[in-house]
């Protein structure tokens, strides 16, 4: 093999590799997931899996992938009105975070993370506490942020979302005086 | 001489090797009210400020925040008072940036953490005072809203620069009840 062989199959071969970089590198740019993001990867329409943080391929033709913020959302729910466990006019106002916990469930159940959660939290908390008395002293707030919690996760866990760190920022209730005896000695 | 070949494709190959696997060197330049967390392969690495910043595209990545203040606003919020009125109250409010790192973390949205907190902050002060209470010590309730609101937004690396109740008056008793199936937002 003499010199100028050498120098002719290196430059085809240089041309032939910078071609076929060309014609086959990928279009899209690698997805980076920083530690708060997951993403859901399906292919052929069906759940691939849930991808952790770092640097990943891009989608090929047959996969689709869907970016999920981990990080809270905060949500208010503010001045819902309801009558109590002894029919008496109260309001209550929450502010909590919504948190998805299984990333999976929370894209292909919801539509709308956060409207469609917060129709859902309405609809719980007023029938929750519809059936309790209401108690608008400040030492019961946490206790029953704490039971609210524990209801509205059960209802929201099939959806892949959970709310956290729940406050109860308004709690009024008319308060009902018995009718006196008349009569009685 | 076939040497020469045979290090011009193995160069090329490692070339090719260290793109496809650390990616190609790059740089990010973050503007004077920008800051930024450095992350490589997922997870963070360091806080960066302004200026150029150097890293390898294909596995860092650099999520900006943004420090200028955060306006927030709001008008016409009613809340129930302890005797039973109902106070229609707005406040104005600004705060800024303090912990890049802690306010990325914070929310979805970090602009909406002042807004949020200011509010939570606001209702539940006032849901604790009667009317009365209300119209005599209305500078001194405003300070303990600030007060809560400041050291929540430090705990979420902002810094509260300032608020005031702009709008405060009692509108009369609470709505009466309303046990109704509520209507949801869908389209």
Same mark, same amino acid.
């Given at each position: ?185 | ?67 200028? =203040?955060?306006? *927030? ?7 129930? /008072?302890?005797?039973? @009125?109902?106070?229609?109250? !707005? ?30 902050? =606001?209702?539940? *002060? ?7 209470? /209300?119209?005599?010590? @209305?500078?001194?309730?405003? !300070? ?44």
């Amino acid at each position: 093999m003499n010199n100028d062989n050498i120098w002719l199959f290196v430059f085809w071969g240089a041309v032939l590799f910078i071609l076929a970089q060309r014609i086959f590198a990928r279009k899209k740019p690698r997805i980076f997931l920083p530690d708060f993001q997951r993403a859901v990867k399906f292919v052929d329409g069906a759940f691939g899996s849930v991808l952790e943080p770092g640097s990943h391929e891009p989608a090929g033709k047959n996969e689709q992938i869907t970016v999920v913020d981990m990080r809270p959302q905060p949500i208010v729910v503010e001045r819902i009105t309801y009558q109590d466990a002894m029919q008496a006019p109260s309001v209550i106002s929450i502010a909590a975070e919504l948190v998805i916990s299984d990333p999976f469930e929370a894209v292909t159940k919801l539509k709308n993370l956060v409207n469609d959660s917060i129709a859902i939290i309405r609809d719980q908390l007023r029938s929750m506490v519809s059936k309790r008395i209401t108690d608008p002293a400040p030492e019961i707030r946490e206790k029953l942020a704490g039971e609210i919690t524990l209801a509205l996760n059960n209802d929201l866990r099939r959806f892949g979302v959970q709310v956290q760190r729940i406050e109860v920022t308004e709690l009024w209730s008319r308060t009902i005086k018995p009718p006196m005896a008349i009569g009685a000695n | 001489m076939p040497v020469i070949g045979i290090l011009f494709w193995c160069c090329l190959l490692v070339l090719v090797g260290i793109r496809r696997f650390v990616g190609w060197p790059t740089t990010v330049t973050l503007l004077q009210y920008q800051s930024g967390i450095l992350y490589r392969k997922g997870y963070p690495v360091r806080d960066v400020g302004p200026g150029r910043v150097r890293m390898w595209a294909g596995i860092e990545k650099v999520i900006t925040v943004d420090t200028r =203040s955060i306006p *927030v606003s709001f008008e016409n919020r009613a809340v129930a /008072l302890t005797d039973g @009125q109902t106070a229609v109250f !707005g406040f104005s409010g600004n705060a800024d940036v303090n912990d890049a790192h802690k306010a990325l973390y914070s929310a979805q949205n970090f602009n909406q953490v002042p807004a949020y907190v200011l509010l939570v902050c =606001s209702r539940a *002060v006032l849901n604790q005072h009667s009317s009365a209470n /209300l119209k005599i010590s @209305q500078n001194l309730i405003e !300070g303990k809203i600030a007060e809560q609101a400041k050291e929540r937004l430090k705990n979420q690396g902002f810094n509260l620069l300032s608020f005031r109740l702009t709008q405060l008056s009692i509108a009369g008793p609470p709505p009466e009840s309303d046990n109704r199936a509520p209507r949801t937002a869908s389209a």
